[in-house]
């Protein structure tokens, strides 16, 4: 059994993000899919900028779950409020904006940790109408793009979010062409084991270009499905998260 991100009994002194609802964008769909263990900090959000713009996260705070949950909750804050106003003009330089809300995110961590606080993550914005995406891959797992029979990864290209206060992030762009799709995984996954053998970056290539299906919430269940019938046991050991984009 999975679901989507619920809490756990009732903390009055500790604020949890808010689920975060799958957007409908004209070409493009979304999914994400949690293994219904929820012990950890994986956590992923999405925010339309505007009509053509789509602004997606999915991070992995380091500690306990609700001590990464209540870091959590304050990075959705910053993320949902600064995401409209940075992309959402005609005109913006997505690169620049993407690289302006990975600051604010750092700061925010810094602030809501009361110091440093290992945080990997990796944010980006779709632009639907130039079929582009800008990310930041700040010391997450790689994500992956496939379009008919390629497969292309897109690797850490910055430290992890909450260590510096005056770190620098220089976003990368990616194409995302008609069909395509883009994954993006928790550490959790590749981390599942089975007699000692991780799941490992080569069998999720695999895993990827062997699933047929071009939906995004089934593509994620899929993936998940997959990594269960490796390690013959339900995903209870870790977070597991998977989040996706597929463009018609």
């Known amino acids: 059994m999975r679901f ?3 809490s756990a ?4 002194a500790r604020r949890l993000p808010q689920r975060s609802p799958l957007p409908k964008m004209k070409t493009v769909e979304a999914g994400a899919e949690y293994a219904f263990a929820r012990m950890g900090g994986d956590f992923y959000d999405f925010v339309e900028a505007s009509s053509s713009r789509l602004a997606f996260a999915l991070f992995d705070f380091a500690g306990k779950r609700l001590e990464a949950m209540e870091i959590a909750a304050a990075v959705q804050d910053v993320f949902r409020a600064q995401v409209p106003q940075l992309f959402a003009a005609d005109h913006v330089n997505d690169n620049e904006a993407m690289a302006e809300l990975a600051l604010l995110l750092n700061r925010a961590i810094l602030s809501a940790a009361g110091g440093v606080h290992h945080s990997p ?7 639907e109408l130039a079929g582009t995406i800008a990310y930041c891959n700040a010391g997450h797992t790689p994500g992956l793009v496939r379009h008919n029979s390629e497969l292309d990864l897109l690797p850490a290209n910055a430290l992890p979010l909450g260590l510096f206060s005056h770190a620098t992030y220089e976003p990368q762009v990616r194409v995302l062409s008609p069909g395509a799709s883009l994954l993006l ?6 981390e599942s084991r089975f007699r000692g053998e991780e799941f490992g970056l080569e069998r999720l290539r695999q895993c990827l270009q062997a699933i047929t299906i071009s939906d995004a919430p089934a593509l994620c ?13 339900p995903l209870m050991h870790n977070d597991v998260t998977a989040v996706a984009l597929v463009r018609k």
Request: glycine fraction near 10%.
């Open 9 to 12: 009994a009732p903390q009055a």
């Open 221 to 233: 269940r899929q993936v998940l499905d997959r990594v269960e019938e490796f390690t013959c046991a």
């Open 121 to 127: 993550g990796f944010i980006g914005c779709l632009n």
């Open 4 to 6: 989507p991100f619920q």
């Open 185 to 190: 995984v928790s550490r959790g996954l590749m």
